[in-house]
């Protein structure tokens, strides 16, 4: 949100009236605020690229959804939603169901829904089986062994990664807010020193 919106929904929270394009006169309002971002707008207001007035004003309930990666248990939930709205009756076969379970969803819930509605009806009157599936998102796999080339910084922040993710179940959020860092962070340092997230070791 740009600088002169921010002021401008500031001011509509702050005075609880609008003046519509055109007009001098304001019309009062009774709002509520739903917001959503994937943005750490605490951090970007202390770096004053959010203004924190405006964070103070939006600030209510705070639920913090966690991806679909996280919540494997709400698949079968969405799998069968989408199913039922682009091919009501459709099943999943075993292999299509653990792929599907198993998969990395890095886009989380419209991605799934999208893959699925596909396959669906690539499927048409038979159980959606995994040759049905296309691009499904895998997990990244652990590459083998510690590379020579790791020099003892990132040799001991791998044992740390590793700890955390072994004491945190693997669950990233967890891991971010344990070492002070971003998320982003925590998902580079994995990949760089070849870490599986699910199998920590």
């Not at 002021?7 to 605020?33: F, N, Q, S, W």
């Not at 982003?184 to 070849?194: D, G, M, N, S, V």
């Amino acid at each position: 949100m740009p600088p002169a919106a921010q002021a401008a929904l500031l001011r509509v929270l702050a005075e609880r009236t609008v003046t519509p394009v055109g007009d001098e006169r304001p019309i009062a309002v009774d709002l509520a605020v739903v917001s959503a971002t994937h943005r750490d707008l605490a951090a970007m207001a202390g770096a004053t690229t959010f203004r924190s007035d405006l964070l103070a004003r939006l600030r209510g309930v705070a639920l913090r959804i966690p991806p679909l990666r996280e919540r494997r248990e709400d698949i079968g939930a969405f799998v069968a939603r989408t199913l039922a709205r682009v091919a009501p009756g459709a099943t999943l076969q075993v292999d299509a169901a653990r792929q599907v379970l198993l998969a990395g969803w890095p886009l989380n819930v419209r991605e799934l829904e999208h893959v699925v509605a596909a396959a669906a009806l690539r499927a048409g009157a038979r159980a959606v089986a995994a040759s049905d599936l296309e691009g499904v998102p895998a997990l990244p796999r652990a590459a083998p062994a510690q590379p020579l080339e790791w020099s003892p910084a990132d040799a001991a922040l791998r044992v740390r990664l590793v700890n955390a993710l072994a004491s945190h179940g693997g669950n990233i959020s967890a891991v971010a807010r344990e070492l002070g860092r971003d998320r982003k962070q925590i998902h580079r340092w994995i990949t760089r020193l070849a870490i599986d997230a699910r199998d920590p070791r």
